[in-house]
């Protein structure tokens, strides 16, 4: 089998295993995406997961999970491009989720391009782009130039840069081909997404919000949303991870 590079790959290949189901991750249950059905911890099982780790910082990760449920005959992925926050989730599902026997990560040849910083990170801070300082000023406009001068661009339908990420906040630039999704998922805090080129259609609470250069839309912790590419875009991810 070619080595799977790409959560987009890993879920058609899922799919032809049977977990045709779409997961979304809630702070104490799953949900089946399109139906009423929650699976509390004790009622599913990780069977393996693939995990898609930032170039030089293993916090900036997608995670899909493989998730089977005897008791209710169902089986479908779980896709969390946040990373497991404890905070965020029971602390039985946190469980369910990390220590599941049965769950040894499968192989990816390489990160998935979103969440990726090619530069110094707090976790490995030798290099050249600082991404957490008491005081730090960004250049969009240098961000946008490297985002799009990346191998990722070239190569992937997406590639993401982190710009900030500390104990409280991270900022995350976007860059999306017309047509790429990044599909229904929820995130551990509240989050903002500022458009800043082309046009993109935001899904959450039941409507879809057509967004272009210069507009804003913030959503509340833990609510599922999408992103859809209408056209080449690029956006700020802005999620607020303040500790308790």
């Not at 661009?153 to 710009?163: F, G, I, K, S």
Request: charge should be negative.
């Amino acid at each position: 089998m070619e080595p799977m590079t790409t959560v987009s790959e890993v879920l058609n290949h899922l799919k032809k295993e049977g977990y045709t189901v779409d997961f979304n991750l809630q702070d104490n249950c799953l949900v089946c995406h399109g139906n009423a059905l929650q699976l509390s911890p004790e009622e599913f099982q990780v069977d393996k997961h693939y995990r898609f780790e930032g170039q030089s910082d293993p916090g900036d990760e997608a995670v899909v999970y493989a998730i089977s449920s005897n008791r209710h005959n169902v089986k479908g992925t779980l896709v969390n491009g946040y990373g497991i926050s404890s905070d965020a989730l029971s602390a039985d599902m946190v469980k369910a989720l990390r220590e599941n026997p049965g769950a040894a990560p499968e192989s990816a040849s390489a990160p998935e391009p979103a969440e990726k910083a090619n530069e110094a990170t707090p976790q490995r801070p030798a290099g050249t782009r600082t991404l957490d300082a008491p005081l730090l000023e960004l250049s969009l406009p240098q961000a946008l130039a490297q985002i799009k001068q990346e191998p990722a661009w070239q190569n992937n339908d997406r590639n993401a840069l982190t710009l900030l990420h500390s104990d409280g906040m991270r900022v995350v630039m976007i860059a999306l081909h017309e047509g790429a999704e990044l599909k229904t998922h929820t995130a551990p805090g509240p989050i903002s997404v500022q458009v800043l080129e082309g046009h993109i259609g935001f899904g959450a609470q039941e409507q879809m919000l057509e967004l272009q250069a210069g507009q804003l839309v913030t959503l509340h912790a833990g609510l599922p949303h999408s992103v859809t590419a209408r056209q080449e875009s690029v956006f700020l991810l802005t999620l607020a991870t303040t500790r308790k």
